[in-house]
């Protein structure tokens, strides 16, 4: 078993800070991209161990073929700092620069040491890291459509603290995380990680876990970058709160992790192991699909259901954390209970509801029932993601419209009546904020473009008003409401 040394750059650093602000003013900078900030975070608190940096060319080789540091040291995912060829042409090798916080764009957090400057071969690295050269892949299309095309590599120094403003109380470091878990005697941890909201099913499984391996529970957040459309970690940490409670007192622990997650499926898995066990975990649950992105563009799963499980038992001694392999959860109604769906009898009735369908009854306001998920988890969604019939919507009236359009629209949700309905007949910015204000807050909204500023940009998620050829204004406002009323709306 490796034993991999804790790179807690911020202690490391500390007694430096002065001089190292004092020194890091005058140097260049990069303002750093949200992934590269949350990378950087996990570098300097020791959750990347043993990395120090992001990685020079002969690491990121290394990792991207053999899944090993150039030391050896097991490490899946290529950690590198990525910039513009214009920005690299500023750079030489030796030279240090600073790293600013993006939300601000000058508040210095490292500097780097550049011991390396590279052009990647990005279909390799798609390839061989994310299974497939296919854009369809978040991590992929991040990679080409984002991604600059000169990597940095070197070494880091940390100059201030990243602060974050948002649930504190549960932002640990690894050392924090393991002092905690030293002060309480847990001896032995197994660590959850999730980028979703947590159900019934969930908690069963990591009791049922914690059961096995006479453990505690660490639930273990990604709120760093996750997949695209994912529900906002706002929410989810809401939603985590009110479902530590249903945990016997002193069994489990929520802490969050800044991770910007790749969606690399069995390496994504074995680089989550990894960093659990720098925050002090002795177990990790891995289960169905573990970080997998979806489909490909051939309408094909990237990874295949336990892939992740298998390249994580093959690494899981030399890494130094346990594996705890689980199959999906499902509903048992006649014994009301949840058990892995490889320990149910064929012929027993079981119960499911999918991702989608939860969607799905969270945009029609359907019953979710509490075999699936508990009332305050449901009430907490609900709250973020209200119906469409509690959401508010903007008609956008084309210039090209019947002046009277617009009035016939309001009439005819004010007839309705189940809305508070507001028109705007000129768009400018002011405006503009004011119905997106407005559509935030439930309400209907009705403008007209006769008059709208050219710079305003329409949003995806107005609806469109289409007149078509000769159509009278009684049609054109019927036609509106039936789409209003198919799509949710009223």
């Not at 993006?102 to 780097?112: K, V």
């Not at 720098?278 to 309408?299: C, E, L, V």
């Not at 699936?372 to 969604?381: A, D, E, G, N, T």
């Amino acid at each position: 078993m490796s034993q991999v040394v804790m790179k807690d750059l911020f202690a490391r650093d500390a007694p430096l800070r002065e001089q190292l602000n004092k020194e890091a003013a005058s140097l260049p900078k990069i303002v750093l991209s949200e992934r590269q900030f949350c990378d950087l975070e996990l570098i300097l608190n020791g959750g990347f161990s043993p990395l120090e940096g992001f990685m020079t060319q002969e690491d990121y080789q290394s990792v991207v073929h053999n899944l090993r540091l150039k030391s050896g040291a097991v490490f899946p995912i290529p950690v590198t700092l990525d910039v513009s060829e214009k920005v690299a042409e500023s750079i030489k090798t030796s030279d240090r620069v600073s790293l600013l916080d993006p939300r601000d764009e000058q508040t210095i957090l490292a500097i780097l040491t550049v011991d390396d400057k590279y052009v990647p071969d990005k279909v390799v690295e798609a390839e061989k890291v994310f299974g497939a050269n296919d854009r369809a892949h978040p991590a992929v299309e991040y990679l080409f459509g984002t991604a600059g095309d000169v990597y940095l590599g070197g070494k880091l120094q940390a100059v201030n603290p990243i602060r974050h403003f948002d649930f504190v109380a549960y932002r640990y470091t690894p050392s924090e995380l393991r002092s905690e878990f030293e002060r309480n005697n847990w001896k032995r941890v197994v660590a959850f990680q999730t980028r979703n909201p947590m159900h019934r099913a969930h908690r069963e499984l990591t009791v049922r876990a914690a059961k096995q391996h006479s453990a505690r529970v660490l639930i273990h957040p990604v709120v760093g970058m996750t997949k695209p459309g994912d529900i906002d970690h706002f929410t989810r940490v809401r939603v985590y709160e009110a479902i530590l409670q249903r945990y016997p007192k002193g069994s489990a622990k929520l802490s969050l992790l800044p991770l910007a997650m790749r969606m690399a499926g069995p390496r994504e898995a074995l680089w989550h192991a990894i960093i659990r066990k720098n925050y002090g975990a002795s177990h990790f649950i891995i289960g169905r699909d573990h970080a997998g992105p979806g489909k490909n563009s051939q309408g094909q799963d990237f990874y295949g259901p336990y892939d992740a499980q298998y390249l994580v038992e093959q690494y899981s001694h030399e890494i130094g954390i346990s594996i705890v392999p689980f199959q999906m959860m499902t509903y048992l109604p006649e014994e009301d209970i949840y058990k892995p769906v490889d320990q149910v009898e064929a012929g027993t009735r079981t119960l499911n509801i999918s991702g989608t369908e939860l969607r799905r009854r969270l945009l029609t306001g359907a019953h979710i029932p509490e075999w699936f998920s508990y009332p305050q988890v449901v009430s907490i969604l609900r709250q973020s993601y209200p119906p469409k019939f509690a959401q508010g919507f903007v008609l956008a009236v084309p210039a090209t419209a019947d002046k009277l359009v617009p009035s016939a629209l309001v009439s005819a949700l004010n007839e309705d009546g189940r809305r508070h309905v507001s028109s705007i007949p000129r768009l400018d910015a002011t405006t503009f904020s004011f119905a997106q204000e407005l559509q935030r807050a439930g309400a209907a909204v009705v403008v007209s473009l006769a008059e709208a500023d050219k710079s305003i940009q329409i949003p995806a998620n107005w609806v469109q008003v289409n007149v078509g050829h000769d159509e009278s204004v009684s049609e054109v406002t019927f036609t509106v409401l039936s789409k209003l009323s198919d799509e949710g709306y009223l």
